[in-house]
Nanobody, 115 residues
Framework: QVQLVESGGGLVQPGGSLRLSCAAS????????MAWYRQAPGKQRELVAT???????HLAGSVKGRFTISGDSAKATVYLQMNSLKPEDTAVYYC?????????WGQGTQVTVSS
Protein backbone atom coordinates (compact mmCIF):
# COMPACT_ATOMS: atom_id res chain seq x y z
CA GLN A 1 0.00 0.00 0.00
CA VAL A 2 1.37 3.39 -1.03
CA GLN A 3 0.26 6.70 0.42
CA LEU A 4 1.20 10.18 -0.73
CA VAL A 5 1.07 12.79 2.01
CA GLU A 6 1.06 16.47 1.11
CA SER A 7 1.70 19.48 3.30
CA GLY A 8 2.38 23.19 3.05
CA GLY A 9 -0.88 24.65 1.78
CA GLY A 10 -2.62 27.59 3.37
CA LEU A 11 -3.78 31.16 3.02
CA VAL A 12 -1.38 33.72 1.61
CA GLN A 13 -1.66 37.27 0.34
CA PRO A 14 -1.08 38.10 -3.33
CA GLY A 15 2.65 38.31 -4.00
CA GLY A 16 3.44 35.88 -1.21
CA SER A 17 5.09 32.48 -1.26
CA LEU A 18 4.31 28.93 -0.22
CA ARG A 19 6.21 25.65 -0.43
CA LEU A 20 4.29 22.41 -0.94
CA SER A 21 5.78 19.06 0.00
CA CYS A 22 4.73 15.53 -0.89
CA ALA A 23 6.23 12.28 0.35
CA ALA A 24 5.32 8.68 -0.34
CA SER A 25 5.12 6.08 2.37
CA UNK A 26 4.42 2.37 2.39
CA UNK A 27 5.54 -0.12 -0.23
CA UNK A 28 8.54 0.76 -2.33
CA UNK A 29 7.94 1.35 -6.03
CA UNK A 30 9.73 2.65 -9.09
CA UNK A 31 8.93 6.23 -10.08
CA UNK A 32 9.09 7.49 -13.65
CA UNK A 33 7.76 10.95 -13.03
CA MET A 34 6.49 13.16 -10.21
CA ALA A 35 4.05 16.00 -10.79
CA TRP A 36 1.83 18.63 -9.24
CA TYR A 37 -1.72 19.24 -10.48
CA ARG A 38 -4.28 21.72 -9.28
CA GLN A 39 -8.04 22.06 -9.45
CA ALA A 40 -9.87 25.31 -8.91
CA PRO A 41 -13.60 25.38 -8.06
CA GLY A 42 -15.70 24.66 -11.13
CA LYS A 43 -12.65 23.89 -13.28
CA GLN A 44 -10.93 20.77 -14.51
CA ARG A 45 -7.77 19.50 -12.88
CA GLU A 46 -4.73 20.92 -14.66
CA LEU A 47 -1.08 19.99 -14.78
CA VAL A 48 1.16 22.53 -13.05
CA ALA A 49 4.65 21.02 -13.07
CA THR A 50 6.51 17.77 -13.66
CA UNK A 51 9.92 16.36 -12.82
CA UNK A 52 11.26 13.16 -14.33
CA UNK A 53 13.31 10.54 -12.52
CA UNK A 54 16.29 12.00 -14.35
CA UNK A 55 15.59 15.49 -13.05
CA UNK A 56 14.10 17.12 -16.15
CA UNK A 57 11.41 19.62 -15.28
CA HIS A 58 8.45 21.17 -17.04
CA LEU A 59 6.22 24.01 -15.91
CA ALA A 60 2.86 25.15 -17.22
CA GLY A 61 2.99 28.50 -18.95
CA SER A 62 0.79 30.13 -16.33
CA VAL A 63 3.33 29.44 -13.55
CA LYS A 64 6.62 29.63 -15.43
CA GLY A 65 9.00 32.07 -13.77
CA ARG A 66 7.07 31.93 -10.49
CA PHE A 67 6.96 28.24 -9.48
CA THR A 68 9.79 25.73 -9.16
CA ILE A 69 9.47 21.95 -8.89
CA SER A 70 12.15 19.86 -7.25
CA GLY A 71 12.39 16.40 -5.81
CA ASP A 72 14.14 13.08 -5.48
CA SER A 73 12.50 10.03 -7.03
CA ALA A 74 14.79 7.71 -5.05
CA LYS A 75 13.45 9.24 -1.84
CA ALA A 76 9.93 9.56 -3.26
CA THR A 77 9.65 13.22 -2.35
CA VAL A 78 8.63 16.21 -4.43
CA TYR A 79 8.30 19.92 -3.69
CA LEU A 80 6.64 22.89 -5.32
CA GLN A 81 8.03 26.33 -4.47
CA MET A 82 5.43 28.94 -5.34
CA ASN A 83 6.45 32.60 -5.45
CA SER A 84 4.63 35.74 -6.54
CA LEU A 85 1.31 34.03 -5.93
CA LYS A 86 -1.80 35.40 -7.59
CA PRO A 87 -5.49 34.99 -6.71
CA GLU A 88 -5.88 32.80 -9.80
CA ASP A 89 -3.46 30.31 -8.24
CA THR A 90 -6.15 29.48 -5.68
CA ALA A 91 -6.93 25.77 -5.96
CA VAL A 92 -6.51 22.38 -4.36
CA TYR A 93 -3.05 21.12 -5.26
CA TYR A 94 -2.42 17.39 -5.75
CA CYS A 95 0.87 15.54 -6.05
CA UNK A 96 1.08 12.62 -8.45
CA UNK A 97 3.68 9.86 -8.74
CA UNK A 98 3.74 7.86 -11.97
CA UNK A 99 5.12 4.32 -11.82
CA UNK A 100 5.37 1.80 -14.67
CA UNK A 101 2.14 0.16 -13.43
CA UNK A 102 -0.10 2.88 -12.01
CA UNK A 103 -0.51 6.46 -10.86
CA UNK A 104 -0.59 7.46 -7.22
CA TRP A 105 -2.33 10.60 -5.96
CA GLY A 106 -2.12 12.64 -2.80
CA GLN A 107 -5.23 13.76 -0.93
CA GLY A 108 -4.81 17.39 -1.97
CA THR A 109 -3.86 20.53 -0.09
CA GLN A 110 -5.74 23.83 -0.31
CA VAL A 111 -3.90 26.95 -1.45
CA THR A 112 -5.82 30.20 -1.15
CA VAL A 113 -4.38 33.49 -2.39
CA SER A 114 -6.39 36.41 -1.10
CA SER A 115 -5.98 39.76 0.58
Amino acid sequence: QVQLVESGGGLVQPGGSLRLSCAASGSRFSINRMAWYRQAPGKQRELVATISSGGSTHLAGSVKGRFTISGDSAKATVYLQMNSLKPEDTAVYYCNFESPYRNYWGQGTQVTVSS
